[in-house]
């Protein structure tokens, strides 16, 4: 948001989260703070997290970003180019980038704390029990 670019190969060797959401989405809302928590708690640990919006003013974003406490980068996918390139039909998708940059998983909807320790935990020794 802040017109700085994002390069996934700058991240090789970290798993990455990318979520695709939208402002008005109920699920989007209710699951973000769980994304935060997860952030930061691994994010020392090599975890990448970006959320990437489509639809909404850059206004919209702001205030969803401030409302939430986001921590991680937000970016405006206006047209709607990165969404096509991984086939997003539909938000919320999470889309789960192993450190290798092969897509593990594609998660329509709502990701509860359970359903993202399932998805991530692998790289985090079982979440976190270092």
């Known amino acids: 948001m802040r017109g700085e670019k994002i390069s996934l190969h700058e991240w090789l060797g970290h798993p990455v989260i990318l979520r695709f959401w939208s402002t008005d989405c109920i699920y ?3 699951d973000t703070p769980i994304f935060n928590e997860y952030f930061n708690k691994f ?3 090599g975890l990448r997290v970006v959320y990437l919006n489509s639809g909404a003013s850059q206004g919209e974003v702001a205030r969803f970003v401030s409302d939430l406490a986001i921590p991680f980068p937000v970016v405006m996918d206006k047209a ?3 969404a ?3 086939r997003v039909k539909i938000v919320p998708q999470t889309i789960i980038i192993d450190p290798d940059q ?6 329509p909807g709502g990701v509860g704390e359970a359903e993202l320790q399932k998805l991530l935990g692998k ?8």
């Not at 092969?102 to 998660?107: E, G, L, R």
């Not at 790289?123 to 029990?129: L, N, P, Q, V």
């Open 28 to 30: 989007c809302r209710a």
């Open 43 to 45: 994010k020392d640990r």
């Open 80 to 82: 709607g180019a990165v």
């Open 84 to 86: 096509a390139l991984y």
């Open 102 to 107: 092969k897509i593990t998983a594609a998660v």
């Open 123 to 130: 790289y985090f020794d079982g979440g976190g029990k270092r």
